[in-house]
């Protein structure tokens, strides 16, 4: 390899040097400032916005930084597309975001002195985040996989200040050992069949009639085990409650949309690329009759949001009911993908970019009222509305658009949704996804009831919030108020995204 492609490869992957040299530069100046800790968030700053530059400077070049010719692949280990550039924006704006968060939760101040490590898992995760939205071979995206894992199962019990910290890190290292090997095994099976781990060559080889139906269906439903752990997925969900109860505030705000995010663009680079034969004028996308995803992941989407929306309904921890909602929400954007058409991918990313904004508002919220009450309790949240005003506001605003209604951003987002489901003609499956919001509709409001409609017998705690925490919870209010009234910047960024064309 000469200099000159060399030079190429590596411009391909500027974004992920940025944020492991960012991970470097955050252990050493936590080794050098031992007593002092406040200048890492500023490091992870910097990192994060140095490799958003890069991501915005790439954003429309494609191509792959290392080629392989086994079976006449074209495609190397490493796809640079604008798809992957949006996702990565998501990725990076959520972590920038969970930073501030990071660094006015009470739970993460009070193990400041773990700063240094604390910040390092966070830059872990990203990197492994980017590699997954980008990896177009399996092993890189096993790689990638476990590298986020390996970080979020530290992450989830990093405070030690409760016994449930430790409990939700050991059941998620338990989970994802699990899914990690099942993903591994499925890998092996295409491997033995195709002789290669690159998505092209698996395209290529679907092409001829050489396939065993059997095992290459065994293969998928193995690998999409692995997926579906990371998004949520029912059967593969039965982690996020605990987890996310017991983690840090920030760190389950930041695994249900970075994370979330991550496996759903890996998800949907998979099928693009491994199975898609090819692309008609309506945008459809044709798979090989080998494995039928559709039918398959319409199942699962199904599955998915009925069970967290109906399990949502007797939480009495908010988090623990953000949690359901996630796993309903996981559901919902599965049914994008389930589309199999660029129209379908639209509403995916759509729904995205204002579900990460959404989400983590709801978190924000959560955590500074449990900072003053101690509680997630949804009994410690009677008559909140009219102690602190402006947070009830907000989180009015947050579970407004969570659940879907006008005039907020999350009326858009399912509303472009059920547009490709029903060009599709999936009328039916349009239809339960409507009966499901309906039944988020009651858990979500029933928040507000406490909040609004029910006395406290706390009147007299005092609700004093800093200003830069009002502005940050105000931005995201008026974001989400502002996207549901003005999308089109949004929809014409995600009309321009693309996959990498052979």
């Excluded at 050493?28 to 002092?36: M, P, Q």
């Amino acid at each position: 390899m000469d200099l000159n492609s060399l030079y190429t490869s590596f411009n391909y992957i500027a974004p992920e040097i940025t944020i492991a040299v960012a991970l470097i530069m955050i252990v050493i100046f936590d080794l050098i400032f031992d007593k002092n800790k406040k200048i890492i968030p500023y490091i992870a700053y910097l990192g994060i916005f140095s490799a958003l530059f890069f991501v915005a400077a790439n954003f429309n070049l494609t191509g792959t930084n290392y080629k392989v010719s086994s079976l006449n692949e074209s495609m190397g280990m490493i796809s640079t597309d604008t798809f992957g550039s949006f996702f990565k924006i998501l990725i990076l704006v959520s972590s920038a975001l969970i930073i501030f968060f990071s660094k006015t939760s009470e739970e993460i101040k009070k193990t400041f002195e773990r700063a240094g490590e604390y910040y390092a898992l966070i830059f872990g995760m990203i990197l492994g985040m980017m590699f997954m939205v980008t990896a177009s071979d399996l092993i890189l995206i096993y790689l990638s996989v476990e590298l986020l894992s390996l970080s979020s199962y530290v992450l989830a019990g990093f405070t030690k200040l409760r016994d449930r910290n430790a409990e939700a890190s050991l059941k998620y290292l338990i989970y994802g050992a699990v899914a990690s090997g099942l993903m591994l095994f499925g890998i092996s099976l295409v491997y033995g069949m195709v002789g290669s781990t690159n998505l092209a060559a698996l395209n290529n080889y679907l092409q001829l009639p050489l396939a065993n139906v059997l095992t290459f269906t065994a293969a998928a439903v193995l690998i999409f085990a692995g997926i579906g752990y990371k998004i949520s997925a029912a059967p593969f969900h039965f982690w996020t409650p605990d987890v996310y109860e017991g983690a840090p505030i920030s760190i389950t705000a930041y695994l249900s949309v970075a994370s979330k995010a991550a496996g759903f663009a890996l998800l949907i680079r998979l099928i693009r690329i491994g199975f898609v034969r090819f692309i008609d004028g309506d945008g459809n996308w044709h798979i090989s009759g080998i494995f039928d995803w559709q039918s398959f992941i319409i199942i699962i989407s199904i599955l998915t949001m009925t069970l967290g929306n109906f399990s949502a309904l007797w939480q009495n921890n908010l988090k623990r009911m953000l949690a359901y909602s996630s796993i309903a929400h996981a559901g919902y954007i599965l049914l994008g993908v389930a589309v199999l058409s660029n129209h379908g991918l639209m509403a995916v990313m759509v729904y995205f970019f204002i579900y990460m904004i959404m989400n983590i508002g709801a978190f924000f919220v959560v955590m500074l009222i449990a900072d003053k009450t101690g509680s997630e309790d949804i009994d410690d949240y009677n008559g909140m509305g009219y102690r602190t005003p402006l947070l009830g506001v907000a989180l009015t605003v947050f579970l407004i658009s969570l659940t879907g209604l006008p005039p907020t951003g999350g009326f858009i987002a399912k509303l472009y949704l059920f547009i490709a489901l029903v060009d599709a003609n999936l009328i039916f499956v349009a239809v339960i996804a409507l009966l499901n919001s309906v039944v988020s509709l009651y858990y979500y409001v029933r928040v507000l009831k406490h909040m609004y409609l029910t006395r406290s017998d706390k009147d007299d705690l005092l609700f004093e919030i800093s200003l830069s925490n009002k502005f940050f919870v105000t931005g995201l209010a008026a974001l989400i108020l502002l996207l549901g009234i003005y999308f089109t910047p949004l929809l014409d960024l995600v009309k321009n995204v693309s996959f990498f064309t052979l």
